[in-house]
């Protein structure tokens, strides 16, 4: 049995709730899971003291822990951090958060991989072909037996607007099903979500756990994941504001899938 917490949106910056960093910090004490991952935007506008304030919020997690970047983690406010933008996207985020914009987590049973999905310009979600190759590459190699795991920031199974999503989801999980990929992690939206495909990838979406930028009604919250012999289990835990706590909210049971290559 492997477990993790799934963390996205923290959108440090204006609208952060910093009372719920400290609950989270306990839930993740409480809950004692495998490792944590957090699924970018760690800032609202990529100021250095919004990655100040992340970096320090990752530093009291003590649990290997995978991060990647947001499309709020690019700067945005001046024509000086639009420069930024174009010649050195992640230059904040690797100076305060990771050195490296894609990373990988081997811990006992899971091997997790965590890709930048984001475009300086364009909106929606989009991997190179350069990533393609690495994580082509890294998957052939990980551990014997370990689940394999996707960490992107923009959501591969959702309804609406296109360009809020990763372009050409389906050709995308087409390529990680083929590969046997078993989990894929995404935010972006702050409304939390639960699918498995066709391919059986069981696709979970994150909401925002500490941001007051909440959506469609969803309070901040995060999810739980379980991973047995047979079957993933993703528990969306919500913030209740008479409790002061999270409190789980519903849960999603998928099988895993049959004959993994
Ligand atoms: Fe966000
Ligand atoms: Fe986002």
Do not use: C
């Not at 490792?35 to 003291?49: E, F, P, Y």
């Not at 990680?176 to 939206?189: C, I």
């Not at 994150?206 to 969803?218: E, F, I, L, Y």
């Amino acid at each position: 049995m492997s477990s993790l917490i799934h963390l996205s949106d923290l959108h440090f910056g204006p609208h952060h709730r910093a009372r719920l960093d400290e609950i989270l910090l306990k839930d993740i004490a409480q809950l004692n899971p495998d490792a944590v991952i957090v699924s970018g935007d760690l800032t609202m506008r990529a100021r250095n003291r919004e990655f100040e304030q992340a970096r320090d919020f990752l530093a009291h997690i003590p649990k290997p822990t995978l991060t990647i970047p947001g499309n709020h983690d690019q700067p945005i406010l001046t024509p000086l951090d639009w420069l930024e933008r174009f010649t050195r996207q992640y230059a904040r985020y690797e100076k305060y958060i990771h050195p490296t914009i894609d990373s990988t987590l081997a811990i006992d049973g899971l091997f997790v991989l965590g890709l930048n999905d984001n475009h300086p310009a364009l909106p929606g979600g989009f991997w190179t072909r350069a990533q393609r190759v690495w994580l082509e590459d890294q998957l052939a190699r990980a551990p014997r037996g370990a689940v394999k795991v996707i960490a992107t920031h923009h959501q591969l199974v959702w309804n609406g607007w296109r360009p809020a999503g990763f372009w050409r989801a389906e050709r995308a999980l087409e390529f990680l099903a083929a590969r046997g990929v078993e989990l894929v992690l995404n935010g972006h939206t702050h409304v939390p979500r639960a699918a498995q495909t066709r391919g059986g990838i069981v696709v979970a979406r994150a909401g925002t756990a500490t941001s007051g930028r909440t959506r469609h009604g969803n309070a901040n919250s995060y999810n739980y994941v379980k991973i047995d012999e047979q079957e993933i289990s993703i528990f969306l835990r919500s913030y209740d504001e008479r409790a002061d706590a999270f409190v789980a909210a519903r849960a999603f049971t998928f099988p895993r899938r049959a004959g993994m290559p």
